[in-house]
């Protein structure tokens, strides 16, 4: 693992899509768990509103009581709030709540980050698909972002959106991983992800190939990482090699 400076803050990662369904909870909180193998301190925050899945995912949900809302208004602490993996150490989850209460500012949100920058060293924010309050809120302050997206023309159109939204507001480090590509298209995956990279108009992070193993995990709540080493599990740590700067073949 690279090694941070005292004072060094958390990258800070927001991960959205254009649409649903192409994945986007599943990679936060699996390549979550592989920043966390690899020895970092990381902190997956759901700011998908009133569809929050990521506790689930990650297999959180009889443990979290507090979500992030009650950190922004004086409810809690940050400390109090989060939860530790137990079985994954310095993996942390911070949930969303079920609905978004009103007066809670961008300002407010960038001020948590900075705080968390802090005790973490990536902070992965798994964004709502699409334009609104929650969007903004995950993308206000952070550092870079991921845009998930399959590879039917329908998804990369919207992935191509998105790309705009977070130009507006001067997110300009933006990277494609291209999930839940079908294993036959791997066979001609070149040409396959290059036709994507142009329809997104983005760089490249990573693939991720369809893999049932992804939902059988999810249903069991147990994070991918402990359950399979082949197939998107690979995809998704190769992408967690990447982030750390890294260079791992596609």
């Known amino acids: 693992r690279q090694e ?21 909870t599943s990679l936060v909180g699996a390549v979550g768990s592989c920043l966390a193998a690899l020895d970092y301190s990381t902190l997956c925050i759901d700011m998908d509103v009133g569809l929050r899945n990521l506790d689930l995912t990650l297999g959180l949900s009889d443990r979290v009581l507090m979500d992030f809302t009650d950190v922004l208004q004086g409810r809690c602490s ?19 709540p079920v609905v978004l209460p009103e007066g809670i500012s961008e300002e407010a949100m960038k001020s948590l980050l900075r705080y968390a920058g ?22 206000c302050g952070c550092d870079r972002a991921i845009v998930v997206s399959t590879t039917d023309a329908s ?53 991720v190939p369809e893999d049932s193993q992804v939902t059988l995990a999810a249903n069991q709540g147990v994070p991918l990482i402990l359950r ?21 073949p596609v």
């Open 4 to 24: 941070r400076g005292p004072s060094n803050m958390a990258t800070v990662i927001a991960v959205t899509s254009g649409k649903g369904g192409t994945g986007k």
């Open 78 to 96: 940050l400390e109090k709030a989060v939860v530790e993996h137990p079985d994954i150490k310095g993996l942390f989850l911070l949930t969303a």
């Open 118 to 139: 802090e005790l973490y060293d990536y902070i992965l924010l798994d964004a709502p698909a699409g334009l609104g309050p929650c969007f903004r809120l995950a993308v």
């Open 155 to 207: 998804s990369l159109r919207d992935a191509q959106r998105t790309v705009s939204l977070l130009a507006d507001y001067g997110v300009d480090r933006v990277q494609l991983v291209a999930n839940r590509v079908q294993p036959k298209l791997l066979r001609k995956l070149h040409a396959t992800i290059d036709d994507a990279m142009d329809a997104a108009g983005l760089p490249l992070l990573g693939v």
């Open 228 to 248: 399979s080493n082949k197939g998107a599990a690979v995809g998704y740590r190769n992408i967690a090699l990447r982030l750390d700067g890294r260079r791992v």
